[in-house]
């Protein structure tokens, strides 16, 4: 697999799709990595130069120490993109990813076109939710990571899909059992430190808003708040819990590409 040497470790990445055509860079969730996209794969991969990568604590990617911030996450974005000498990119990231998105669209607004932010928010939950997350985790290792994955299928999921399509929600839920704690941890504080409440006005980037009806985690509110603030955004309502890209993924993969190939 190839991967980008960063200061500290590798940055591992899968580059697919035609050359010459538009960068199109998806961004995982917390506790996933770059197959959470295997979906979208097939018709992104039609259309883009499809770039996907493992954020820093994630998948074949670095585990460095310490709390990460999504400044540091966004940081490794820009090394990637300048390792592969790629100037501008369309950007889709959801939950943790989002928060990249908006980190990027922020500071680094000249590097992006097109901007997707899919099941996040400006700012994602509070402390009293992350802080006792962080401090399982550190404590008990992989054992918090398989009970974590156990209690996800609630959140990410809908119960009606859960039940209904084991084969699609086993591998996503497998990534976050299999994620590595220390990385895990690190980027929970990354996500409880993240708030661009005050900042999204800075956006200019053409932006597309989806949110899931059912997402207990990041709310339809959370994404209007943004589209309130961010000129022109957009936002669209899919019939899904908090990974609606797999949930939905018909109508999810249909309104990025129409939105991307506007």
């Known amino acids: ?14 580059l697919e799709g035609p050359e010459g055509a538009p960068v199109l860079l998806l961004s995982n969730s917390l506790g996933t990595d770059l197959h959470m996209w295997d979906a979208q794969m097939p018709a992104f991969s039609e259309h883009f130069r ?31 993109l300048d390792a592969l000498d790629i100037a501008k990119v369309h950007f889709c990231g959801l939950s943790m990813g989002g928060l990249i998105g908006q980190w990027l669209a922020i500071n680094a607004g000249e590097r992006l076109d097109r901007l997707v932010l899919c099941n996040t928010a ?18 008990d290792g992989q054992a918090a990571m398989q009970a974590l994955r156990d209690a996800s299928i609630a959140r990410w999921f809908t ?10 929600v086993e591998p996503l839920v497998a990534m976050l059992a299999q994620t590595s704690p220390q ?66 993924e018909e109508r999810f993969t249909q309104a990025v590409l129409a939105f991307l190939e506007a």
């Open 1 to 14: 697999m190839p991967v980008v040497q960063l200061a500290d470790g590798e940055l591992n990445y899968r």
């Open 50 to 80: 499809v770039l996907r990568y493992d954020t820093r604590g994630h998948g074949h990617s670095l585990v460095s120490d310490g709390c990460y911030s999504i400044e540091d996450n966004g940081r490794d974005v820009l090394a990637l």
């Open 159 to 168: 119960g009606g899909f859960a039940a209904a399509e084991p084969g699609k």
């Open 122 to 139: 400006a700012q994602i939950a509070s402390p009293d939710v992350w802080n006792p997350r962080i401090a399982t985790v550190l404590r």
């Open 183 to 248: 990385g895990y941890a690190a980027n929970c504080a990354a996500v409880r430190d993240a708030d661009f409440r005050e900042q999204l006005g800075a956006i200019r980037a053409p932006t597309l808003i989806i949110a899931g009806s059912a997402d207990p985690v990041t709310t339809v509110s959370d994404g209007a708040f943004m589209a309130e603030r961010i000129d022109g955004a957009q936002l669209l309502e899919l019939k899904a819990a908090h990974l609606s890209n797999v949930e939905a």
